[in-house]
Every structure is written in structure tokens, then in C-alpha cells.
């Protein structure tokens, strides 16, 4: 293992579009999360609610998240507290926790539409795929942060992946566990992805009087 991970690289202004920065998705913020959240319990949206939060909740990449069973989730007709998968990037587990939040909303969307072990938890609504897509998953991410005000083009499906993986990282400074939660094999690809390092770097920084 590198004892000295290399940093992510500064946030670069993108040429065909001067205003907007190339680099990783910002993750939500808290305030964001519930705002996105009310917003579809408002419109009654309840498979948007339950892909939202199984977004958040499993950190998955938008190709595993789609490809999601119901007895992935729910084996037995009841969604579980925790489950694992294999990522098809990888071909590496990586096993999740359900909040009961989310639990409570999966298993409404699992109970309203009657799905089977069998079906995919998010089929798709076009006869030519089985499941919801990853580019229509991505319009999904665009119009739930447009919809509170965030600009879309900042934002996307590694938004929602980061989200929850950050949050633990500012909290617990564990890079370890957030990189066995995110399924990466490499400490430096956790370092790189979260993006955080240089932040916390300059915050140590800031707070030292010479």
C-alpha cells in the first residue's frame, strides 16, 4: 500500500465552457438531501423516493445501482438491514447498510407495484430494457437537484455515490473504512475520488499560527 496516496488533482476550468469546473461531482449536502426528499414525498413519487435513497444509502455505481433485484434487497419479500453485491466494474463484493428510512420507502415501492424476488427493482418503462437504465437515472439525478435549485450541469449520478462516503470521511477521518464501503481495491483511488484531502490540508493550514 502507498503510505503517501497521491492528491487529487485542483478543480480545472472546463474550455468550451470557461464558467463550469471539470473534475469529480460534488457530493449533497444534508439541507440537500432533505429538500430532494420532501420534494418527491410531495409529488408522491415513490420508486423516485426509494432510488433516491438506495442511491444515497448504498453508494453503488449507477451500473450496479440499476441492475438492483428485489432479492438483492428483499429475499424474502421483506427488505433486509443489509445486503452485499458484485460490482460489475470490479467483479469485487461490496456490501451495504439500509437505513430504516430507506427500508421503509423500498419496500413501499417492492409492496405498490407488487415485484417478485425475480424482477429488478427498478424496471424500466421502455420495452426495450428490462431495467431502468443509467442514462435514465442520470435525468433523474439532473431533474431532483434542478428541482431544488441546484444547476444540473453540476451535478450527477457520482454525486449521489460521493454523498454519503464524504459524509462519513468528515466525520470519522476514516479513509479505510469509506474505501471498503465504496468497493475500491486501491487506498489512493479513495483519496483521489473523495476529493477531501486538500481540503483538510488547508484547514490544518489555516488553523496553524507561525
Not at 419479500?77 to 430507506?102: C, L
Not at 409492496?111 to 426495450?128: T, W
Not at 431532483?144 to 450541469?153: F, K, N, Q, T
Request: glycine content about 6%; hydrophobic content about 35%; proline content about 6%.
Amino acid at each position: 500500500m502507498d503510505p503517501y496516496p497521491a492528491l487529487p488533482a485542483p478543480h480545472r476550468l472546463n474550455a468550451r465552457n470557461p464558467g463550469r469546473r471539470r473534475g469529480p461531482k460534488p457530493p449533497l449536502k444534508l439541507r440537500e438531501i432533505w429538500a430532494i426528499r420532501i420534494r418527491l414525498q410531495l409529488e408522491g413519487d415513490t420508486r423516485g423516493l426509494a432510488l433516491f435513497n438506495l442511491a444515497i444509502d448504498s453508494k453503488l455505481r449507477g451500473c450496479d445501482l440499476v441492475r438492483l433485484m428485489v432479492r438483492d434487497v428483499a429475499p424474502n419479500g421483506r427488505v433486509i438491514r443489509r445486503t452485499a453485491i458484485i460490482q460489475q466494474k470490479t467483479g469485487q463484493p461490496v456490501s451495504f447498510e439500509f437505513t430504516e428510512p430507506t427500508r421503509d420507502t423500498v419496500q413501499s415501492w417492492i409492496d405498490q407495484v407488487a415485484l417478485d424476488p425475480g424482477d429488478y427493482l427498478f424496471q424500466s418503462r421502455l420495452h426495450a430494457s428490462e431495467h431502468l437504465s443509467t442514462r435514465q437515472y442520470a435525468r433523474n439525478v439532473k431533474d431532483w437537484v434542478a428541482s431544488i435549485g441546484l444547476d444540473p450541469a453540476e451535478y450527477g449520478t457520482h454525486s449521489l455515490r460521493r454523498t454519503k462516503a464524504t459524509l462519513i470521511y468528515r466525520r470519522t477521518k476514516n479513509l479505510r473504512a469509506v474505501q471498503l464501503l465504496l468497493g475500491h481495491t486501491k487506498l489512493k483511488s479513495t483519496v483521489r475520488y473523495l476529493g477531501v484531502e486538500v481540503d483538510d490540508a488547508l484547514e490544518i493550514s489555516e488553523k496553524t499560527e507561525i
